[in-house]
């Protein structure tokens, strides 16, 4: 089902967020004013994928990056930089008084205990975490799974012996 949003403000993680009656709704790639279409993100009832730019933002350029969009290094290159550096300094200076709860993201990235490795590893990918914290159903913190994790579940078996042996020569 494709679903036509119009993306309100940005994300603490550079994700475009619509308002909607269920609440806040993630979208990557997307910018403040610019009115998309998206589809459904498995597991993820407040992300989704952009599908279609309807309409864009007058503050969209180019990215300078023929990778923007696959590897998931930079998240916001496609928006003029003023606009880019003014949200990032946001990010980290508020006022003394300002309660946490207005500059703090509730929906924080996460996944479950049976959440595939491929899945997980993608994640960590996508958004260049360190970490990603594990939650039951009622989003109870197991635990994490390091950026070291995702390295040793994914690599093939034998190869960190294979390549420490290369650099003994």
């Known amino acids: 089902m494709v679903d036509r949003l119009a993306i309100a403000r940005l994300g603490q993680r550079g994700d475009g967020i619509a308002d909607t009656a269920d609440g806040p709704v993630y979208v990557p790639y ?3 004013g610019e009115t998309v279409e ?3 993100w498995p597991g993820h009832p407040d992300r989704r ?3 279609r730019m309807d309409v864009p933002s007058p503050e969209r350029i180019a ?3 023929p990778h923007f969009g696959v590897c998931g290094g930079c998240a ?3 928006w003029r930089a003023p606009r880019y550096g003014a949200w990032k300094r946001d990010l980290v200076v508020a006022a003394p008084d300002t309660p946490l709860a207005t500059v ?3 929906n924080v990235l996460r996944v479950e205990a049976d959440t595939p490795k491929e ?3 993608a994640l960590i990918a996508k958004y260049d975490l360190l970490a990603l914290p594990v939650v039951d159903a009622r989003r109870k913190l197991l635990g994490t799974v390091t950026i070291d994790d995702v390295v040793d579940i994914m690599l093939p078996r034998g190869w960190k012996k294979r390549s420490l042996r290369s650099i003994a020569r």
């Open 119 to 121: 899945e997980v590893a």
């Open 104 to 106: 703090m993201n509730p």
């Open 30 to 32: 997307t910018l403040p």
């Open 76 to 78: 916001l290159q496609h």
């Open 63 to 65: 990215p300078i990056c």
């Open 49 to 51: 994928h952009l599908v």
């Open 38 to 40: 998206t589809e459904s």
